[in-house]
């Protein structure tokens, strides 16, 4: 058996988004059983399966050079304190 990953792309959108996973022994069975699985009441319009042996991951040292870096995640709170104390110093 081997297992695949089951990726939809909805009615009117661009992007393909990951499903789930399904268990099956080739490529016709796991398209049948990802139809009635994942796209029985029509939660998508296109499918894409990918057997898993197929992905290229990167663990968790790629990825860690990218996780420090707070400059990226800005919720606005810097620039409102700025405003704040432009105004105060101005009025």
Known sequence: MR??????KRPGRDEFRHAGSIEAADDE???VLARENYARRAEGDRLWLVDRDNLVVGDG???APNAD???????GSRVAERRQR??????
């Open 29 to 31: 069975l796991a398209l």
């Open 69 to 75: 870096k707070p400059h990226r995640h800005n919720d």
């Open 3 to 8: 297992i695949y990953e089951v990726f939809l």
């Open 61 to 63: 040292e790629f990825v």
């Open 86 to 91: 432009l105004r105060e110093e101005n009025a």
